[in-house]
């Protein structure tokens, strides 16, 4: 049978006896962790206490598969296997394999395998099909830009946590599609405001509070002037393995938001109505408002064409370190005058 993660919960409760085996397929880190943690649990209490893991690779040997379904245990009377299959796809001869252990299961074993996403080809041959016939599918998908607010309403809800619309579009805007960062600040907000409903300038309080160092706190120290915060939160950020790439998305988006906001104050627009459209809220306004009084359009415009530097130097295209010229952008952008850059005065 093929599930949709959020169709799992309610069908192991309905199953009394364990399938003999589990497929958690996707590319979602959140989702296939916890339907994999759920398919864990389910079979825990049906008592599948030990647990045995396989990493599929290369020089894998699938008759290790058999060897270990007919291993008796001195400890458990019920064994999960757990194949971390990755991207490897199965020849012939593996396929075969697994068609012939799926056709006369050990009773008191699971196999629960966990793999990347599946393209056409795999999903129709002849062992997928057999997982399916005999066993559950969970097949994860990304969570759509359009999906994500209201997936965030129902995940805070089920924390306790009630979000005004702003709030959520807020949340949505700053994670971009990374659930795991979702459930983080979900998770401390649901600590910090147990039961309460809250509204986009709470959620960005409770975030800068709480994410001292990350992408967001440089682009707030920029904001800011902060030259010497800049200098330490982008120092931080590349020994704590954060890629370049991301960086770059997150100060070029600010260079675009300050550039809109600043031609419609020039065309006469309310500021309110402003920050209401780019989403500005909190304390974050009066940084925009001094970095709009600091910066100039054609500076920003410029702070575009480094940008398209750094992106070049990512992709080896320019000789270049990306960290050196993102740092040229965090400090342009913060104000400060750069000798080697004199065209962005």
Request: a neutral charge; glycine letters at 6%.
């Amino acid at each position: 049978m093929k599930l949709k993660p959020e169709q799992l919960g309610s069908q192991l409760k309905r199953q009394q006896e364990a399938l003999p085996v589990y497929l958690v397929t996707g590319d979602e880190p959140l989702l296939c962790g916890e339907s994999i943690d759920a398919i864990r649990a389910h079979l825990r209490h049906l008592g599948f206490t030990e647990r045995e893991v396989m990493h599929v690779d290369a020089g894998f040997s699938w008759d290790s598969l058999l060897e270990s379904a007919n291993a008796l245990s001195l400890f458990a009377e019920r064994k999960i296997i757990e194949i971390r299959l990755g991207s490897q796809k199965l020849n012939k001869a593996a396929s075969d394999l697994l068609q012939k252990y799926l056709a006369n299961p050990a009773p008191d074993n699971a196999l629960l395998i966990v793999c990347d996403r599946m393209d056409r080809s795999v999903k129709q041959s002849a062992w997928f099909k057999k997982v399916e016939q005999c066993g559950a599918v969970v097949e994860v998908w990304p969570i759509e830009a359009d999906q994500l607010v209201q997936w965030l309403g129902q995940r805070a809800a089920s924390q306790g946590v009630q979000l005004e619309p702003e709030a959520l579009q807020l949340m949505a805007d700053r994670i971009e599609g990374n659930l795991l960062a979702a459930r983080q600040e979900l998770d401390k907000l649901a600590l910090l405001y147990p039961g309460q409903r809250l509204n986009a300038e709470q959620v960005v309080q409770a975030v800068s509070d709480s994410s001292r160092f990350d992408i967001f706190a440089l682009t707030d120290a920029a904001l800011q002037a902060d030259a010497g915060r800049c200098q330490h939160i982008l120092q931080v950020l590349r020994q704590e393995g954060n890629e370049a790439p991301v960086v770059l998305w997150a100060l070029t988006r600010d260079i675009r938001m300050l550039h809109r906001v600043i031609r419609g104050v020039a065309n006469g627009q309310a500021w309110d109505t402003l920050c209401q459209r780019e989403r500005i809220f909190g304390k974050r306004k009066n940084l925009v408002r001094n970095a709009t009084r600091r910066l100039r359009p054609e500076q920003l415009e410029q702070l575009l064409d480094l940008a398209s530097d750094v992106d070049m130097a990512i992709k080896g295209q320019r000789p270049d370190d990306p960290w050196l010229l993102l740092n040229q952008i965090t400090l342009a952008l913060g104000g400060c005058q750069l000798p080697w850059r004199q065209a962005l005065d």
